[in-house]
Structures are given as C-alpha cells and as structure tokens.
C-alpha cells in the first residue's frame, strides 16, 4: 500500500481505485455564492461536478473555513458529489467573527446549514444529500442527522447520511448519554488515538461517543494510529488517502446507493493506518 502520496491527482487515483469507481469525475472550479440568512450574509463555497448525483451540505471546524479541507472536498466532488459549505461566524476568516465565540456560533451555524441545504435543493434539484463536517462541523452535522432531537429542534429530514471527522468529544451539558439515540441513519467517524484539543478534548477516546451510544446498524469507525485533530485538512499525512478513499466509499454507499461501495465497506478491516469497526 503507498504510504505518501502527495501529488492531487495521484491521490484522487488513489482513492478513486480503493473505493472501486470506474473515473474520476472533472471538477468545475470551486465557486462561492451569498445568501441571506435572517439579517446576515452567509458565504457559500460551491463545488460542482459536471453530473453531480448527490449533494454533500460541509461544516467546517471552529475557526476553520471550507477550502481549508481543499483536497478532501475535492475527493467528494469527483466521486459525484455537489459540495456546499457556508463560512460560519467563528470562521477566522468570517469578518464578524469578534462578535461571536462557540456558544454563541452554534444556532448561528445551524441556520447556516438550514438555508445552505434550501439553496442546494433550489440549485441541485432531486438530488440526495448527506451532511458532513469536522470537529464542531461533525457535531452539526450528527444533529442534522438526528443527534439531540427533543433538545435541539434542527434535524434535517432530507440528510441520508452523516459523515464526521472527530467529533467534538463529550461536552458537558450538552451531552448524555441519549445524546445520539435519534441517530439511526448511517454514520462514519473518522478520528485517531492521538485526536486532542487542549481544554476542549483532553481524551481521544471522547470522540467514540457518538458511535458507542448511537443505535447499531450502519456506524463506522475509522480510527488512526497516531492521528492528530488536523487530519481533515492535511492530505500529506500518510494515513489521509486511506481515510479519504473510505469517506468517498461511505458517501457512494449511503447517499447514492452504490453496491461497489457498499461492498469496499463490507470486506473493510483494520490496517497498518487504523483500527476499523463496525456495530
């Protein structure tokens, strides 16, 4: 197995034969749109496929932004997958983001997901979609997906699948331990046994949660040997072609039905990069 690739193409290559699709698709040139989101303009980065077949609505990460995670949504895009990702007001490049910390993000973000996932159906008619995210943007999405209902009034009928890079661990108050029972539709997380976030994350482990308490049935845990919180954005990491290829596969499998992929994920084990488990 290569452990190092660097070259995009060569990664698109890569995982495009590890998820067993027959091409890649070419990617038209990531755009970005604004939308009006009760008395604010929210940015959306759009990536689309000449034929897209599915939608996937992004969250990026406290702080972060959606080209940040440039080569993972790229990766997407080529499998057939219309990428929408609003800039959230904690984004560092959001320019009110003074005017906001985490606490004060979090509705402001599900609003944005909200009218992110409107505008895709207004755009991108009839087509499937999965939310997907890192960090804070996993949570999002695992909430879209029916994490917290009867506590947070914002999952998304329309989502088909939740794909999750790190969630953001056990948040007291916030979370217990029925957090994740209305999470019935698939889900994969991907995390790593060194996945920490001073303050905020201080035990990997955190980020099991939601696939340990979730219902049983089409949960994926992709877990890297020595993997940090950054995977998501760093493709030159040798375990990040592995972890890519199987979000693609999850992707193809939940949202779009694919048998291949369903199969690349049924004869899954563990690897040199990661430990794999299913329930």
């Not at 007291?172 to 060194?194: F, N, R």
Request: proline share 7%.
């Amino acid at each position: 197995m290569t452990k190092l690739i660097l070259n995009r193409r060569g990664l698109l290559a890569w995982a495009f034969a590890f998820a067993a699709a027959p091409a890649l698709a070419r990617i038209s040139a990531t755009s970005t749109t604004t939308i009006q989101v009760a008395d604010r303009d929210v940015e959306l980065t759009v990536i689309r496929p000449d034929a897209a077949k599915g939608v996937v609505i992004f969250s990026h990460g406290a702080g972060g932004w959606p080209t940040h995670y440039q080569t993972l949504l790229d990766l997407w895009a080529a499998a057939g997958f219309m990428i929408v990702a609003p800039l959230h007001v904690d984004s560092m490049k959001h320019p009110k983001r003074d005017q906001y910390n985490l606490q004060s993000a979090f509705p402001a973000r599900l609003a944005d997901l909200a009218a992110a996932t409107t505008w895709a159906a207004k755009a991108a008619p009839g087509l499937p979609m999965a939310s997907a995210g890192h960090s804070y943007g996993s949570l999002m999405s695992m909430i879209r997906a029916g994490a917290f209902q009867g506590m947070i009034p914002a999952q998304d009928p329309t989502t088909k699948a939740a794909l999750c890079f790190s969630s953001p661990g056990v948040i007291k108050g916030l979370v217990g331990p029925t957090s994740y029972q209305g999470l019935t539709k698939p889900m994969m997380m991907i995390t790593g046994d060194q996945d920490v976030v001073p303050g905020l994350v201080p035990d990997w482990h955190e980020h099991l949660y939601p696939f340990d308490t979730s219902p049983a049935g089409q949960k994926y845990l992709w877990q890297g040997k020595g993997v940090n919180h950054g995977l998501a954005y760093h493709p030159e990491v040798p375990a990040f072609a592995e972890a890519a290829a199987l979000s693609v596969a999850f992707l193809k499998a939940k949202v779009l039905g694919d048998a291949a992929a369903e199969a690349t994920l049924a004869k899954q084990g563990s690897t040199e990069f990661a430990e794999w488990k299913t329930r």
